[in-house]
């Protein structure tokens, strides 16, 4: 097995990704899809967290070895990039999706130097709207963002459009093209839908039209 490939199969193994394509669920943005990814749960599992890790440091290493600061966004990036950080003996700071309301109203938590070059983590890419906000807020503190950095993607053709549109690129280590055929060697129900699946990753808003009520 790869990597990606191990790590989608330890995904399905501690239920933090669900399929269900012929009982759809809605996310919060009103989208239905056949498929549920809550990463907050590796954060449980010692072994996945460890594999997760190995991963972001392995990624690190090829893809953008000279990062000085770890980002998290707010709040299932941060641990992950506590993680990152830690064994990388690096400063990190956590991105809120928006000022806080007292204090000192900070949307950014931690300090770096300005001109330092900044790994954002997330743990999730479904539309990239969030890590992309957060790394536009660590850019005008004067940070300079040198990728994004995830568990995993949906691979949706909103997330494709909106980083085709920044100057960072993003790496994930685990998505939706990879798991798909994991998950169906082990649920028949997967296996049969693999057409239905496939038909929500090309377009999911016609998917979440034609399963509607």
Known sequence: MSQAEKIAQALLDIHAISLRPNQPFTWTSGLKSPIYCDNRLTISH???R???IDGFLATIKDKCPDIEVVAG?????IPHAAFIAQALDLPMIYVRDKAKGHGKQNAIEGEFE?????LMVEDLIS????VIHAAHQVQEAGGEIVAALAIFNYLLPASREAFAKEDFPLYTLSDFKTL???AAKEDPEVEAAQDVLEQWYQDPQAWTASHSD
């Open 180 to 182: 798909i055929p994991i």
């Open 114 to 118: 300005k001109g330092a070059k900044v």
């Open 127 to 130: 539309t990239g709207g969030s």
């Open 73 to 77: 966004t707010a709040t299932a990036g």
């Open 46 to 48: 010692p072994e996945v």
């Open 50 to 52: 460890q594999l997760l």
